[in-house]
């Protein structure tokens, strides 16, 4: 996960955690219901397949039962070879960019951005993202720092929720082309500790960056929408910042059907902070409008207590969580017309 606002998800991660939301201490409790969109009771929703909270629970503890998934590891090259040999099972069209990026200490990590695609040919596209790669250092932990974490919500849980996704678009079909990219080497920024005078710009969200410099040619979908520790138990979703300010209209409408789905008491209808995320380097850079669904909230101090720790685990995955960000997806993909 990136920063907040300079705030980067301290994994995209740890420096976010410093510049604007100190994102990095949380002792959260339940969050209450935000205040909610504007009443839209006489709307009458397009039907959408049901998601399957159960199933993409279970695309979780399969990511995680890998091992971390860090670049350049075994359990790294395994979890690639599962979305691959999945996807194609469910009938996306799939495509695998490799290439090579340096991260904050110079070494040189092998990485994969995986591309789902359904009904490839259609001319409209809505583009669905999140970073499949976990931490390799606990650094907002208090033991075992330098060993890598599970990233069960922090990564998993937007790719659970994705391979969902992709599991009901093979039985059910939008009137839209959906593509699902999952990103690689998000996690990969300076540690929350690191001293200024050694702070280096752009360092999380790696795969991301170079999957934006070598874009498929026309490549131009609608929108796009990142999904971001989409799993944790008690998680909100704010108006993140950046996403307003590059795609607020696509805010409105994702919030605005999550709240007629009633799941405002997840999608907060208030703006929190700017979080340098995957999707700030798809809306400069490739020219995407693109929002961010990110648990985060700064009145109760930012990302989860777990994040960048040991705890980020299948513990504090729970499919409420899941059931409401994937079926407002689902709502938001069946919703939208050629």
Same mark, same amino acid.
């Given at each position: 996960?990136?920063?907040?606002?300079?705030?980067?998800?301290?994994?995209?991660?740890?420096?976010?955690?410093?510049?604007?939301? @100190?994102?990095?201490?949380?002792?959260?409790?339940?969050?209450?219901?935000?205040?909610?969109?504007?009443?839209? /009771?006489?709307?009458?929703?397009?039907?959408?397949?049901?998601?399957? /909270?159960?199933?993409?629970?279970?695309?979780?503890? /399969?990511?995680?039962?890998?091992?971390?998934?860090?670049?350049?590891?075994?359990?790294?090259?395994?979890?690639?070879?599962?979305?691959?040999?999945?996807?194609?099972?469910?009938?996306?069209?799939?495509?695998?960019?490799?290439?090579?990026?340096?991260?904050?200490?110079?070494? *040189?990590?092998?990485?994969?951005? &995986?591309?789902?695609?359904?009904?490839?040919?259609?001319?409209?596209? &809505?583009?669905?993202?999140?970073?499949?790669?976990?931490?390799? &250092?606990?650094?907002?932990?208090?033991?075992?720092?330098?060993?890598?974490?599970?990233?069960?919500?922090?990564?998993?849980?937007?790719?659970?929720?994705?391979?969902?996704?992709?599991?009901?678009?093979?039985?059910?079909?939008?009137?839209?082309?959906?593509?699902?990219?999952?990103?690689?080497?998000?996690?990969?920024?300076?540690?929350?500790?690191?001293?200024?005078?050694?702070?280096?710009?752009?360092?999380?969200?790696?795969?991301?960056?170079?999957?934006?410099?070598?874009?498929?040619?026309?490549?131009?979908?609608?929108?796009?929408?990142?999904?971001?520790?989409?799993?944790?138990?008690?998680?909100?979703?704010?108006?993140?910042?950046?996403?307003?300010?590059?795609?607020?209209?696509?805010?409105?409408?994702?919030?605005?059907?999550?709240?007629?789905?009633?799941?405002?008491?997840?999608?907060?209808?208030?703006?929190?902070?700017?979080?340098?995320?995957?999707?700030?380097?798809?809306?400069?850079?490739? @020219? &995407?409008?693109? *929002?961010?669904?990110?648990?985060?909230?700064?009145?109760?101090?930012?990302?989860?207590?777990?994040?960048?720790?040991?705890?980020?685990?299948?513990?504090? *995955?729970?499919?409420?969580?899941?059931?409401?960000?994937?079926?407002?997806?689902?709502?938001?993909?069946?919703?939208?017309?050629?």
């Amino acid at each position: 996960m990136a920063r907040p606002g300079a705030l980067i998800k301290s994994g995209i991660g740890a420096l976010a955690c410093i510049v604007v939301f @100190n994102a990095c201490n949380n002792n959260r409790p339940e969050n209450p219901p935000g205040p909610v969109p504007p009443a839209t /009771a006489e709307k009458k929703l397009s039907p959408s397949p049901d998601f399957n /909270a159960d199933s993409a629970y279970a695309f979780v503890k /399969a990511q995680v039962a890998f091992g971390p998934r860090v670049p350049n590891t075994p359990a790294h090259e395994k979890c690639a070879a599962w979305y691959v040999n999945k996807l194609k099972g469910y009938g996306m069209e799939v495509k695998v960019q490799e290439g090579s990026v340096t991260d904050y200490a110079n070494h *040189i990590l092998k990485i994969k951005n &995986i591309m789902a695609s359904y009904n490839p040919q259609a001319k409209t596209r &809505i583009v669905l993202f999140s970073h499949w790669d976990s931490r390799s &250092i606990a650094d907002d932990d208090s033991v075992r720092k330098k060993e890598p974490i599970d990233g069960a919500d922090d990564g998993a849980s937007g790719c659970g929720t994705m391979m969902e996704v992709a599991r009901l678009l093979q039985k059910s079909h939008p009137f839209v082309g959906v593509d699902l990219m999952f990103l690689d080497a998000e996690d990969t920024g300076q540690p929350s500790d690191s001293p200024r005078e050694e702070h280096k710009e752009d360092t999380w969200c790696l795969g991301t960056q170079y999957w934006t410099k070598n874009l498929p040619t026309g490549y131009s979908p609608r929108f796009g929408i990142l999904l971001d520790m989409v799993g944790a138990r008690n998680a909100t979703f704010p108006m993140e910042g950046n996403s307003m300010r590059y795609a607020g209209e696509y805010v409105k409408k994702v919030w605005g059907i999550a709240g007629d789905l009633g799941f405002s008491n997840f999608f907060l209808y208030t703006e929190d902070g700017q979080i340098t995320d995957d999707h700030v380097y798809v809306n400069r850079l490739a @020219n &995407i409008p693109t *929002i961010d669904i990110i648990n985060y909230n700064s009145v109760n101090g930012g990302f989860g207590s777990y994040h960048h720790t040991h705890a980020d685990n299948m513990q504090i *995955i729970d499919r409420n969580t899941l059931k409401a960000v994937g079926q407002t997806l689902m709502q938001v993909l069946f919703s939208e017309a050629p």
